[in-house]
């Protein structure tokens, strides 16, 4: 059976992104990179809302063209690339790079989706991730905790009336300061 796994930066105060969308505290050196590499290469595929997927379509088909590309980012470009991808949206007609739109999130194809043979899937965007939460599809969540207070911005996880049982399974410190805290749910 194949985990649905929520891939995502934090800032320590809980913020994915900062106002206006700002990414640029992101403090991804070569070394945290490699380790994204490592974790998503082995994975059966990405599971995107429109506002990830075209942020990660704008940049990474083309990143390992780059003569200035660090090797972990010209590696991550064809690991995107080729990897298959989901992409729920509403709005969106079509999506290139391997992809496939999907209109809505519909639980039964989750789970028949996540049956299939093949590595994990990860999850991106707090919007679907919420909407996936909201229906216990999540089983895991690989929160990367940057050394940064951000102070305003999004969060990722949104009011909820009923907790989650979480269970921390792995907990890595990366020379750059960012803390990977990795978490199963408890069923």
Do not use: C
């Not at 800032?11 to 070394?31: A, C, I, N, R, T």
């Not at 990366?174 to 749910?185: A, I, T």
């Amino acid at each position: 059976m194949r985990k649905i796994v929520v891939h995502m930066s934090l800032s320590l105060d809980g913020f994915f992104e900062g106002p206006g969308g700002d990414l640029g505290w992101h403090q991804v050196d070569d070394e945290l990179h490699q380790h994204f590499n490592d974790v998503i290469a082995p994975m059966g595929g990405f599971l995107n809302g429109r506002v990830s997927y075209e942020l990660m379509a704008a940049f990474w088909p083309t990143a390992d063209q780059d003569p200035t590309a660090s090797g972990p980012m010209r590696d991550y470009a064809r690991i995107w690339r080729d990897m298959p991808k989901i992409v729920y949206s509403r709005t969106l007609d079509h999506a290139d790079w391997n992809a496939t739109v999907v209109r809505e999130v519909d639980v039964e194809q989750v789970r028949k989706l996540t049956a299939e043979p093949g590595g994990d899937l990860a999850l991106g965007g707090a919007d679907l991730a919420a909407t996936f939460a909201r229906h216990d599809l999540i089983d895991e969540y690989r929160i990367y905790v940057h050394p940064v207070l951000l102070g305003r911005g999004r969060r990722l996880f949104p009011d909820t009336d009923a907790p989650t049982g979480l269970r921390l399974v792995e907990s890595r410190q990366f020379g750059n300061g960012v803390v990977l805290l990795r978490h199963e749910r408890v069923r």
